[in-house]
């Protein structure tokens, strides 16, 4: 059964007409190799209390988090090398490299050989490469919209886009807003479909503040009602049509408050992934993605919302999941999904 305010003909929706096709094929991820309870987090009780938050990890969601020893390279070249494998495509038929990070190690004059450490891990030496940082934890979709321009103008055939981070002090795992985790996400953006699980990238849009940029600033719901309203008029759809949001896991009560100020129910939402990965800084909304078709929770057809937001900006990308090349065609299913996806 649709929303009220759902629409009936989108179902299908797609890129709109004359706008060349562009596809997201076989996101993946991974997380830091030592996952460890939340009363692990140094200082957390001292810094909650600092933050005004009564503590209950119920209440925000804090659950295990996920460190790393890893350099972020390494981190890079095993979702980079899980993207190829899913999508059947070797390195060399990549010809773009997008690389998103919140902080680059070192400056300029250690730059060159971590470009040159992340090409020779993934096997990407030949491609041209592309790094993204100022977007903080919205980055790899703003990589995402570049690799989507790439492809829509011809630049580039297929790009890979990866985001990796770690966090380097455990004094500040835990902010007001999330428990960061270690780990890195991966997709490719082409014009044709690559692998068994991909995805029609059928608009997208961002908005931003520049007054609203400090990191001590609120995430804006008006931004994202900006964002909405884009995407939807350009994919002629309305917003009980999308079937779920792939949101930021910040704590429970400010992702249920940001998402249903900006016109969201509560049944579009994805809370699941909050305590059980935390927040893998701008990997998020592919983890989620990730995750629920696993649990089997995308419909065919079904239109699935990418979105993340940092203080000053709201970025979103409306997919539209690709039937399984082997799978029977089925009819499209217009009522947007309950997020079904539990622990595992």
């Given amino acids: 059964m649709s929303l009220p305010y759902a629409s009936p003909a989108p179902a299908s929706a797609s890129a709109p007409a004359g706008a060349p096709a562009v596809h997201l094929s076989a996101p993946r991820y991974v997380l830091g190799e030592a996952p460890a309870d939340h009363t692990t987090v140094e200082g957390l009780l001292e810094r909650a209390r600092g933050f005004g938050m009564p503590p209950?990890?119920?209440?925000?969601?804090?659950?295990?988090?996920?460190?790393?020893?890893?350099?972020?390279?390494?981190?890079a070249a095993e979702t980079a090398a899980a993207t190829l494998d899913g999508a059947g495509i070797s390195p060399g038929q990549v010809d773009c490299l997008i690389l998103c990070s919140?902080?680059?190690?070192?400056?300029?004059?250690?730059?060159?050989?971590?470009?040159?450490?992340?090409?020779?891990?993934?096997?990407?030496?030949?491609?041209?490469f592309t790094g993204l940082t100022l977007g903080?934890?919205?980055?790899?979709?703003?990589?995402?919209?570049t690799g989507q321009a790439?492809?829509?103008?011809?630049?580039?055939?297929?790009?890979?886009?990866?985001?990796a981070d770690r966090v380097t002090d455990e004094a500040v795992r835990m902010e007001n807003f999330a428990l960061f985790t270690d780990g890195a996400a991966s997709c490719l953006i082409s014009?044709?479909?690559?692998?068994?699980?991909?995805?029609?990238?059928?608009?997208?849009?961002?908005?931003?503040?520049?007054?609203?940029?400090?990191?001590?600033?609120?995430?804006?719901?008006?931004?994202?009602?900006?964002?909405?309203?884009?995407?939807?008029?350009?994919?002629?759809?309305?917003?009980?049509?999308?079937?779920?949001?792939?949101?930021?896991?910040?704590?429970?009560?400010?992702?249920?408050?940001?998402?249903?100020?900006?016109?969201?129910?509560?049944?579009?939402?994805?809370?699941?992934?909050?305590?059980?990965?935390?927040?893998?800084?701008?990997?998020?909304?592919?983890?989620?993605?990730?995750?629920?078709?696993?649990?089997?929770?995308?419909?065919?057809?079904?239109?699935?919302?990418?979105?993340s937001s940092v203080p000053g900006v709201r970025i979103g990308v409306l997919l539209r999941k690709l039937p399984h090349p082997t799978a029977p065609e089925s009819a499209p299913d217009t009522?947007?999904?309950?997020?079904?996806?539990?622990d595992h």
């Avoid at 980055?139 to 919209?145: D, K, Q």
């Fill in 56 to 75: 209950r990890a119920d209440l925000w969601g804090w659950g295990t988090v996920h460190r790393t020893d890893k350099t972020l390279e390494t981190l």
């Fill in 102 to 128: 919140t902080r680059f190690p070192g400056g300029p004059r250690t730059h060159g050989a971590f470009v040159e450490n992340v090409m020779a891990a993934t096997g990407l030496g030949a491609a041209a």
């Fill in 150 to 163: 790439y492809v829509a103008s011809g630049m580039h055939r297929r790009v890979m886009v990866i985001t």
């Fill in 191 to 307: 014009a044709e479909p690559l692998g068994e699980d991909a995805y029609e990238i059928v608009a997208g849009a961002g908005a931003q503040d520049p007054a609203g940029l400090d990191w001590s600033n609120e995430i804006s719901s008006d931004l994202a009602r900006e964002v909405n309203e884009r995407i939807l008029h350009e994919a002629g759809m309305k917003i009980g049509d999308i079937h779920g949001v792939l949101h930021a896991n910040l704590y429970k009560p400010l992702v249920v408050l940001k998402e249903r100020q900006a016109g969201f129910t509560r049944e579009q939402l994805f809370l699941d992934n909050i305590p059980r990965v935390g927040h893998c800084f701008a990997a998020d909304p592919l983890v989620n993605l990730v995750d629920r078709d696993a649990a089997g929770a995308l419909k065919p057809h079904g239109h699935y919302l990418l979105a």
């Fill in 136 to 145: 903080r934890c919205a980055n790899l979709l703003a990589g995402i919209r």
């Fill in 335 to 342: 009522a947007p999904d309950a997020a079904r996806l539990g």
